[in-house]
């Protein structure tokens, strides 16, 4: 059955569309049928990070005004099998998606696709709502440090409260991804930990990935981190994230330092 | 001495900020909470009557945006809705507060 997961977390810039990219092409690299929907309406940025931004013709809000159909409008990625943008406009504003419309294209998403990931906008406005309200499950983006989990506990109270799931009395599923982890500050006791975020948002672990250069590179060269470096700690982690999400019990590994002797010294030297 | 000095002046900083976000979220949370009750009170409708009772009391009296707060929350005896205008006064120095008590 399709699942329709919202990538979101309220504040921006924690690395939302990074995720979308990553987690969706190691969704697919395991045979599933994903497509990327990008949300972030007159800000988009999915493209970019597929490296797909010379590709665009037609989008999301296009096909929410039946001025193009879904064939016209997918973009087929060239690297992995089954994996599919649906951009969004550059140029429009958040008010065109319309409830209605938004419904319609993932009702026909959902016959289509294993999975449709919608990468939400930050903040907890009209796109953001947009992106949440059809969703059965969740991944929260959050970053060690105390705005985005203030922002990620609004964003927890509202899925559980105006999504179309909530009025259903339903729940959606909701998983944890803590991102720009970095094990060396953790160890100084300068960024909380992923026990003291997990204590205080209090919803499962999907995965944590330290911050890392190989995701910058990816999105230099407009390649998920899954697909471009699939060997590196970062893709790791979003790999297994990826197989947690397909139901497979998986231990979360935690990023820790990993330093040689040299460098040991060079630091102790440095303090 | 300086590498003694650091050892003892270094203290983390990730417990700070472990509790001071105990506390707020647990504040936050049940101000939400109470905010979406059952009689649909949400946050966004008491935002909306903040301003439009703002707005009538502007009519009248030179109030400035920040000097009306409304709260909802519940009571063994029934829910308060909360209104707080914080009037000037002639002298400008002062400020009074009126609170209209609606009781349910």
């Not at chain 1, 998983?175 to 953790?186: G, N």
């Not at chain 2, 949370?29 to 009772?53: C, F, K, Y």
């Not at chain 2, 703002?54 to 308060?80: F, N, T």
Request: net charge neutral.
């Amino acid at each position: 059955m399709s699942k329709v997961l919202v990538v979101t977390s309220g504040k921006g810039g924690v690395g939302k569309t990074t995720t979308t990219a990553a987690l969706g092409a190691a969704l697919a690299m395991m045979g599933q049928k994903v497509v990327l929907v990008d949300f972030d309406v007159g800000l988009r940025n999915l493209d970019l990070i597929m490296g797909a931004e010379r590709r665009v013709v037609f989008d999301l809000i296009h096909v929410i005004q039946g001025d193009a159909n879904l064939s016209q409008t997918l973009i087929k990625d060239k690297r992995v099998e089954g994996l599919f943008l649906l951009p969004t406009s550059q140029t429009r504003d958040k008010d065109a998606l319309t409830q209605e419309g938004v419904s319609r294209v993932i009702d026909e998403l959902r016959g289509k696709f294993d999975w449709v990931l919608c990468d939400s906008p930050a903040g907890i406005e009209h796109g953001a709502q947009m992106a949440m309200y059809h969703a059965d499950k969740a991944v929260i983006v959050v970053n060690p440090e105390v705005s985005s989990i203030r922002d990620s506990d609004r964003i927890i109270g509202m899925l559980n409260s105006t999504t179309q799931k909530a009025k259903e009395n339903g729940e959606i599923e909701k998983f944890l991804l803590i991102t720009r982890y970095d094990p060396e500050r953790v160890g100084r006791g300068d960024m909380l930990t992923t026990d003291d975020v997990l204590d205080i948002l209090s919803i499962p672990l999907l995965g944590v990935v330290p911050e890392s250069q190989d995701i910058l590179v990816s999105s230099n060269v407009g390649a998920p981190v899954t697909v471009s470096k699939p060997k590196s700690v970062a893709a790791s982690a979003y790999s297994e994230a990826a197989r947690r999400l397909m139901g497979e019990d998986v231990q979360v590994t935690i990023p820790t330092e990993r330093r040689g002797l040299l460098e040991w010294l060079f630091k102790r030297k440095a303090i | 001495m300086s590498f003694l000095l650091s050892f003892f002046k270094k203290r983390p900083s990730s417990p700070v900020a472990y509790n001071r976000l105990k506390i707020l979220l647990s504040h936050e949370r049940a101000s939400i909470e109470n905010s979406a009750d059952h009689l649909g009170l949400s946050a966004t409708l008491l935002e909306q009557l903040q301003r439009e009772i703002l707005e009538v009391v502007k009519r009248h009296i030179a109030i400035e945006q920040d000097k009306i707060h409304i709260k909802h929350k519940h009571e063994a005896q029934g829910s308060i809705l909360q209104v707080d205008l914080e009037l000037p006064i002639a002298t400008d120095s002062h400020s009074t507060t009126n609170n209209h008590r609606l009781s349910e």
